[in-house]
């Protein structure tokens, strides 16, 4: 589990989101990094008992930066108020599905899946859940995986039938996805319980088979 000193470090940032306080405060930034590199390097261990590819992982190829890209942006604040870290075989720049961290006081969570793939991806994607729509199914509608994550998020969700499909195939809901990810929300409470390790991981086996459900698609 995490120091409380990672979260109070979080909450001091998002109050104080300037260079000249992160600078002076660079010392407990440091601290925290290294105590969170601590918790992502554990969720690669776990990872690892399923699939051992993620054993070539280290923390410095899922851990994301903690400086926001303002070039775009109308919200000029220079730090990200969170810690985050993507878990994909090849690393962060893999076009595979993978598990996802964020650590962020009141808006914590773990989740799973695809955002926004390529045009190649996306089109393999769709043809795997039309062909096994009915494993595809079970796999979302799963008891326990839908009490914790719910459905997949909608997220630029077409408004028609994607170029192809019909309007009647008893998969169009989900052949209209963009993006094919869910998360499951982690409570401030339980980041310093003893048992959120066991939680978290118990989250990523239930992640397990949609996040390859999605990669036999893309790499078939």
């Not at 993507?86 to 595979?96: A, W, Y």
């Not at 008891?143 to 994607?162: I, M, V």
């Not at 499909?165 to 499951?184: C, G, Q, V």
Request: hydrophobic content about 35%; glycine content about 4%; proline content about 3%.
């Amino acid at each position: 589990m995490l120091q409380k000193n990672t979260i109070d470090f979080l909450k001091s940032l998002k109050k104080n989101n300037n260079k000249l306080w992160f600078d002076e405060n660079r010392k407990l930034y440091e601290s925290s990094k290294a105590d969170f590199e601590i918790l992502v390097q554990s969720v690669i261990n776990s990872l690892s008992k399923l699939d051992d590819q993620y054993n070539l992982l280290k923390p410095k190829d899922c851990m994301f930066r903690i400086n926001r890209d303002i070039r775009f942006s109308k919200d000029k604040s220079p730090y990200k108020t969170n810690f985050g870290a993507g878990f994909t075989i090849g690393g962060k720049k893999s076009n595979l599905a993978g598990y996802y961290l964020h650590i962020e006081p009141g808006n914590m969570f773990i989740g799973g899946g695809l955002w926004m793939p390529d045009a190649d991806s996306l089109k393999k994607i769709r043809q795997e859940i039309d062909y096994n729509f009915s494993n595809f199914k079970k796999i979302v509608l799963e008891k326990r995986f839908f009490s914790q994550f719910g459905t997949l998020s909608t997220e630029n969700k077409l408004a028609n039938a994607p170029k192809g499909y019909e309007t009647d195939n008893i998969a169009l809901e989900y052949l209209k996805l963009k993006s094919f990810t869910t998360s499951a929300p982690i409570s401030d409470e339980m980041i310093f319980n003893k048992n959120f390790e066991k939680k978290m991981n118990e989250q990523i086996i239930l992640l397990n088979p949609f996040i390859e459900f999605l990669n036999r698609a893309i790499l078939d």
